[in-house]
């Protein structure tokens, strides 16, 4: 696990510095011990410490990045993170790639953390989905679980979701779910998107493992609920926000999975700060 963060964190490294830090490189020359401060501009939920540490140590694995707090640990605006210290070539040239990874990831688990508090007693568990940034899943489902979120699939070979496009190329609901059921294997449950309730019923009838709810309505989802009597695990999703998620705690799902954790979270504003010579 640590060698794929590291070639993603790599690659991420190579976009920023293709061959040099023209910049850095024009003003310093030579070897530079120097320090500077990670301070919090926003309060959230803090993710990506590690990576942010990481990031300096894969340009020169003698930069010391001393951490005062620990992912899932909630920070506020004024707060000292952390302190770098090493050669200011280094930390001048990594500053931008460990903070968009930082920025991004508490911006995540911030997010995530409101929706999860929102949810609080109702029994509903919180899934992010496959919407996220090419190349940073790993980090952005690390970020969702760090702010109180579970993870539904990770990618395409982690198990069967029957969604409309797989439904109409089958030819039904019955004809995909036993199309699967006969091509993986027994361990991988079996989920089928509906949009209505007589899709609900024929996926029921087809016996489906998990029940997803696309787009259904507060008082849909109830009876969707009602018919399934326990048959199936129920997922709901659908352009869920902070605002319509309340309507959806007495629904009686089961999981409630939300694109928005990952597709749409603002950034945590961080900096990198009060740089000097040591």
Known sequence: MQSNLDRLILAALQEDIPTEDI????IITNYTKG????????????AGLDVFA??????DDTTEVTLHYQDGNAVKSGDLLAEVIGDIRIILSGERTALNYLQRMSGIATHTRKIV???????ITLLDTRKTTPNNRLFEKYAVKVGGGSNHRFSLSDGVMLKDNHIAAAGGIKQAVAAARAYASFVHKIEVEVENLEMVKEAIEAKADIIMLDNMTPAAMKEAVRLIDGRA????????????????????V???????LTHSSAILDLSLKNLERI
């Open 117 to 123: 508090d929102l949810l609080e007693g109702s029994g």
């Open 233 to 252: 695990l129920v997922e709901c999703s659908g352009n869920l926000t902070a605002d319509n998620i309340i309507a959806l705690r007495d629904t009686g």
């Open 23 to 26: 910049s850095v490189n024009a």
């Open 254 to 260: 089961d999981f409630l999975s939300s694109g928005a």
């Open 54 to 59: 990481r990031t300096f140590a894969l340009l």
């Open 35 to 46: 320090k500077a401060q990670l301070l919090c501009k926003q309060d959230g939920i803090i």
